[in-house]
């Protein structure tokens, strides 16, 4: 898991869209039409990112397609601090 955060948040271009994503998850879940509005990011662009990290076990949707929902996994808070190191060393 430790790898696939330093690439999600440090490695690749979309690291700082996708913590604000997850920032804002941590506050409630959202679905993403309300993350591209809280983020002023275009819908794909969270889409792809929700993709992302839903593909690395970081958010998992929840609710059916329409509107649904999105919240973070039990297997992202096990590794919290890790994030946060991360993000300490990046910035």
Known sequence: ME?????L??????GTNRVRIVRELDDRPRNANELAKLLDV?????THHLDM????DVVEPGGSD???LY???DRFERHRETFERI???VN
Do not use: M
């Open 3 to 7: 790898k696939a955060l330093w690439y």
């Open 9 to 14: 948040f440090a490695g690749s271009r979309g």
């Open 42 to 46: 275009d819908y794909n662009t969270v």
């Open 53 to 56: 990290l839903e593909d690395h």
């Open 66 to 68: 329409y509107g649904q």
């Open 71 to 73: 919240f973070i996994t």
């Open 87 to 89: 993000l300490e060393e």
